[in-house]
């Protein structure tokens, strides 16, 4: 099952507060687990990122917590500011053939109020 | 380096229409990617290239569907006929990837494709 469930759809945090996004998966081939954030109007772009063997990474505001047995990770956004106000993929990657391919999540529209 | 480069950045067409989108990949990188981003089903891979050879285009929606991808610096997405469900933002994305590294991908600004 390649699929990567996100959830929720969208969020509404108070400024200062801690925004928290969550994503599942089934397939133990995955082996890498990358958030990238979207501005309106542009493409996604990397975020922070975890590998499988690491429980927690840590990037100024931002945390990945990766639960491997229970095949789940979120992301938390401490102290939420309104330009975190964006839309957050979660995704996973997985080898094909010698090559290898990302599998997203649906998103979660951020609105971080003032 | 001026990152991909997708055109057009909007485009409006009518049913039945064809439609090409446009992608310049980062030069140097060996893998290129098209997305299609709806509000219902969020990012979704619809064919991948690498080293200009496709290697999955199981994420294709229909015959009408079609990529190439002629040289490391130009792919092409073509969707002939169209229909309304086409439209959503449609993205490139390229990487590089050694086969150890991350692979991260590098989008492009997307094009908005409106299928009246």
């Known amino acids: 099952q390649q699929q990567v469930k996100q959830s929720p759809q969208s969020l509404i945090v108070q400024k200062g507060g801690i925004s928290i996004i969550n994503c599942a998966y089934e397939n133990t081939a995955f082996d890498y687990f990358p958030w990238y954030q979207q501005f309106p109007g542009k493409g996604p772009a990397l975020l922070i990122a975890i590998r499988p063997d690491v429980s927690e990474k840590k990037e100024g505001r931002f945390t990945i917590s990766f639960n491997k047995s229970a095949k789940q990770f979120s992301l938390h956004i401490m102290d939420s500011q309104p330009g975190d106000s964006a839309t957050y993929f979660c995704a996973a990657k997985i080898r094909n053939s010698g090559t290898y391919k990302y599998i997203f999540g649906t998103g979660t529209r951020l609105k971080v109020l003032a | 380096d001026a990152g991909v480069i997708q055109s057009p950045r909007h485009e409006v067409t009518e049913m039945g229409q064809e439609v090409t989108l446009r992608c310049k990949p980062i030069s140097g990188h060996d893998y290129l990617f098209w997305y299609r981003q709806t509000m219902m089903r969020g990012l979704e891979l619809l064919i991948y290239f690498n080293n200009n050879v496709p290697i999955d285009d199981s994420g294709m929606p229909e015959d009408r569907f079609s990529a190439k991808m002629p040289n490391a610096s130009f792919s092409t997405l073509k969707i002939q006929p169209s229909e309304p469900r086409d439209s959503a933002v449609y993205f490139c994305?390229?990487?590089?990837?050694?086969?150890?590294?991350?692979?991260?991908?590098?989008f492009g600004e997307g094009s908005r494709l409106t299928v009246l």
């Open positions: 994305a390229s990487s590089f990837w050694t086969g150890v590294s991350t692979g991260e991908l590098f």
